[in-house]
């Protein structure tokens, strides 16, 4: 058993499951089984968790999305997230456009895919990231059912905001994203200008605190992210940005920063013939190279970095490549604990995710080599998993069963 956090291996062991959990964990355990998975002295890691998906984002070229209709939509969505789960990860963190129906769609077994927890809808100010009105659009709502307008609505001033996450609460998000700062998607908003005042963003965090849960903020600019985070804001995504002071009040706050390198990589090489204009790239240049900084300085800070990879269009194949990017900067242990057990914290499923223990989710990848030693084991499509387990069905295996 690979173990992230103590970066370390167990010697050989019987992993017991019944329920969907863990229930054994020693040796000599297959004598009481019913059925019995010979993984031949391999290496097992817990099921690997995605902290920022967008399974309805299925094309990087955001005109082409406005017309995307819903029924479009979720079979894109089935596609994208079957080859998530194939890649072994069994839970994502929908990070704004997957709604109840493509979560009950997997829990019901209609689609094969990580269970997700989904953010509904994220909220943006008047002009704000989330605001993918043209210029000469002088619309105050839109009632389209396509994929923009399920990632993001329009929500401004105290009243507005609060009703606004009411209403992605009422329609089952599990957790409520916003924009605080610019991003490099949409072409309208300067990256460096913070969005939401913080009396709006209070309000965000108090009502979703009222109902159990909490905010995840779009945010790269350091003031952005400090204005987030004295207002209670938990988990900033992307982060780029992020400088040393900020960094010391997200490690005080207790608060999560999710990286998301490997789509400014995929998206250098396939934004300017999506049709993203010159200003957007430029953007995309800057955080770019920032990004590997900002895991730098979060880690000395002491900050808890999660992990995500933000991908669009036909780029998901390039998710596993978030493990290699980071890898440049951190341990393979320290990468791998950010998509175990630090996102299982983030979700606030410790205990349940992301570690193989009696009692916790059985979600587990048999892999072919030590990944402690070699990220390169969870690349090339899941290729290197010989087997994959999910809620203690077997998703995936090509080892030998016995009754």
Request: hydrophobic share 40%; with cysteine.
């Given at each position: ?45 817990p ?13 990087a070229?955001?005109?082409?999305l ?26 994502v963190r ?40 043209s ?22 001033g ?76 938990r ?150 998993m ?18």
């Amino acid at each position: 058993m690979v173990d992230p956090e103590a970066e370390s291996v167990s010697g050989p062991v019987d992993i017991g499951i019944a329920g969907g959990r863990f229930a054994a964990i020693g040796y000599e355990l297959a004598g009481n089984a019913g059925e019995v998975i010979d993984c031949d002295r391999r290496y097992v890691l817990p099921g690997l968790i995605d902290c920022h998906v967008h399974p309805f984002l299925a094309d990087a070229n955001f005109a082409r999305l406005g017309e995307v209709p819903p029924t479009l939509m979720s079979a894109r969505a089935g596609r994208i997230l079957e080859g998530m789960l194939l890649r072994g990860f069994t839970t994502v963190r929908d990070a704004a456009g997957a709604d109840w129906g493509i979560k009950q769609a997997v829990e019901d077994g209609l689609i094969a895919g990580p269970r997700l927890f989904i953010a509904g809808r994220a909220l943006s100010q008047t002009g704000g990231h989330g605001d993918f009105r043209s210029l000469t659009d002088d619309r105050d709502i839109c009632h389209c059912q396509h994929a923009l307008a399920f990632t993001s609505r329009i929500a401004d001033g105290i009243d507005g905001v609060r009703k606004a996450v009411r209403e992605e609460l009422r329609k089952g998000a599990d957790q409520i994203k916003i924009m605080v700062s610019g991003g490099v998607s949409s072409p309208h908003d300067p990256l460096e200008r913070n969005q939401y005042s913080p009396d709006e963003i209070s309000v965000i965090v108090e009502e979703a605190q009222r109902r159990g849960t909490y905010v995840m903020a779009h945010a790269y600019g350091a003031d952005a992210i400090r204005v987030a985070l004295e207002c209670g804001v938990r988990t900033i995504e992307h982060g780029n940005m992020i400088d040393e002071a900020t960094a010391a009040l997200a490690a005080e706050k207790e608060a999560f920063l999710v990286p998301t390198l490997v789509t400014y990589e995929v998206l250098a090489d396939t934004a300017e013939e999506n049709g993203w204009s010159a200003s957007m790239m430029d953007k995309l240049s800057r955080v770019r190279e920032a990004g590997l900084q900002s895991i730098r300085i979060c880690r000395e800070a002491g900050v808890k970095l999660g992990l995500g990879t933000d991908l669009l269009g036909d780029s998901f194949d390039h998710q596993s490549r978030e493990f290699l990017i980071r890898g440049r900067v951190e341990s393979p242990a320290q990468v791998l604990h950010s998509a175990t057990r630090i996102n299982a914290e983030i979700l606030r499923r410790e205990g349940e995710l992301g570690v193989i223990k009696e009692a916790a989710i059985a979600d587990l990848l048999v892999l072919e080599r030590n990944p402690l030693e070699d990220l390169a084991v969870l690349q090339d499509q899941g290729r290197h998993m010989p087997a994959i387990i999910k809620d203690g069905s077997v998703v995936k295996s090509s080892l030998t069963e016995s009754l």
